[in-house]
């Protein structure tokens, strides 16, 4: 009966033994990444969108002033412009939660389970559609490229000033151009950030909304203050 009860006690601690080993190794076990991504590329495509997104921001309204007046091109920095840059950021930010969450378009090489689950460093913890990154770097240049077409062809009757053109057009496309190249970026075994078609709705839809934006500012908005010489219009 003694013996009988050491084998039984004996194979208890046995199977314990066993079923703890298992769990110790595995709580010691460092989960890999699902996805490998290149952090140069994320940072580049995030520099060139702030690059984008400020150049537009911080851009002066440049206009050929009235005949009527001093003839000569003018720069006003208009507080306005914070309607536009506000309504643009708020637009991203939808972009970047309800929108996406609703598609469920996973990133390159993670699955819908493992964009759920998104645990930190898996390089899968927000689905990719549509791209974030672009569609704030396009809606940028959309928005400047409006405002530029406000400024020359209405307010200075078709006078082509090359700063206007470079610091709401060139810069932003520009910049808007890297953001989305880096965005797409894929060295083997590293996957990119977003694929292709991700890329693409980012930049459609945010270089139509940026230019209808800047657009319908630019034409509310003139660029002269209205009042004094004042180089900051309130």
Known sequence: MRRTRSIFFAGAFAAL???????????????????????NWETVSTVSMLIGVSTVSLMPRVYYNDPEATVGWKARWHVSIL?????????????????????????????????ESGFEGSNCESYGMPSTHSFAAWSASGAGLGIWIADTFVHSDSEFHA??????????????VFTSVARG??????????????????????????????????????????????????
């Open 17 to 39: 033994a066993a079923t703890a080993l298992p769990a110790s190794e595995a709580s010691a076990q460092v989960i890999p990444p699902a996805a490998e991504r290149d952090e």
């Open 83 to 115: 309607a536009p840059i506000m309504t643009l950021g708020m637009s991203t930010l939808f972009v970047d939660i309800p929108i996406k969450e609703l598609g469920e378009g996973t990133r390159p090489d993670c699955t819908v389970a493992e964009t």
């Open 163 to 176: 700063g206007s053109f470079i610091g709401n057009v060139a810069v932003p496309r520009t910049a808007a």
């Open 185 to 234: 970026v894929a060295a083997s075994p590293d996957q990119p950030y977003e694929d292709g078609a991700q890329i693409g709705v980012g930049v459609a839809a945010g270089m139509v909304s940026g230019f209808l934006m800047g657009l319908a500012y630019g034409l509310l908005q003139e660029p002269n203050c209205g009042y004094g010489n004042h180089l900051i219009c309130w």
